[in-house]
C-alpha cells in the first residue's frame, strides 16, 4: 500500500514512505552542507582544539622568518613584516600572475616592511613542505634583493624553480 499512495492518474512516480533516512544525508545533515559543530570537541571550552589555516601558516612562516632575520639582522636593521591574506590588486591589473608578496622599504623613521600573501602562496601548494619550500622562496627572495645579493647568499636552502 505505501507504494500506492505515489501514484496518480498513471504517473511513474512512486513514494517509499517505509525508507529511513540513512546514508549521507542522515538526519544530522539535512541539506547536505556537511556535519553540524565541532569534529573534536576542546577539551578547554571556547578554546578550538584545532589550530586554523591561517594559524598554522603564520606558525610555519614565522619560522622560516625568524630563521632568516637572525642571519642576517645585523645588514638588515628595522623589518616589520606581515601576512595578510590576499593582495589588494587594483581593477585595471594586466599582470597575470598574483603577487607572492610585497616589500616597501623604509625611509627616515619608517621601516622596511615585508609582506607576505597567504591565499596565493597557499594555492600554489599542495602538501606542507611545499608550501614551507615557498614560503622559504618568498621571503629568501625578497630578503636578497633588500640586501642586493644573490638568493643562495642569504640561505643555502633556497632553490629556484
Request: include cysteine; glycine fraction near 8%.
Amino acid at each position: 500500500m505505501p507504494a500506492e499512495l505515489g501514484r496518480e492518474r498513471g504517473a511513474d512516480v512512486v513514494i517509499d514512505v517505509g525508507r529511513s533516512r540513512t546514508g549521507p544525508r542522515s538526519r544530522r545533515d539535512r541539506r547536505g552542507r556537511g556535519m553540524r559543530g565541532p569534529g573534536v570537541m576542546p577539551q578547554v571550552p571556547g578554546v578550538p582544539e584545532l589550530r586554523t589555516a591561517r594559524e598554522r601558516f603564520d606558525d610555519l612562516a614565522l619560522g622560516i622568518i625568524s630563521e632568516v632575520d637572525a642571519a642576517w639582522a645585523d645588514r638588515l636593521g628595522l623589518v616589520e613584516y606581515a601576512v595578510e591574506d590576499a593582495p589588494q590588486v587594483p581593477d585595471d591589473w594586466s599582470v597575470d600572475t598574483v603577487p607572492l608578496s610585497s616589500l616597501v622599504r623604509g625611509s627616515g623613521t619608517r621601516p622596511t616592511r615585508l609582506v607576505l600573501f597567504r591565499r596565493p602562496i597557499e594555492h600554489r601548494c599542495e602538501t606542507r613542505s611545499d608550501l614551507e619550500a615557498m614560503i622559504l622562496t618568498v621571503v629568501v627572495e625578497q630578503v636578497a634583493e633588500l640586501l642586493n645579493v644573490e638568493p643562495s647568499v642569504i640561505d643555502p636552502r633556497y632553490e629556484r624553480d
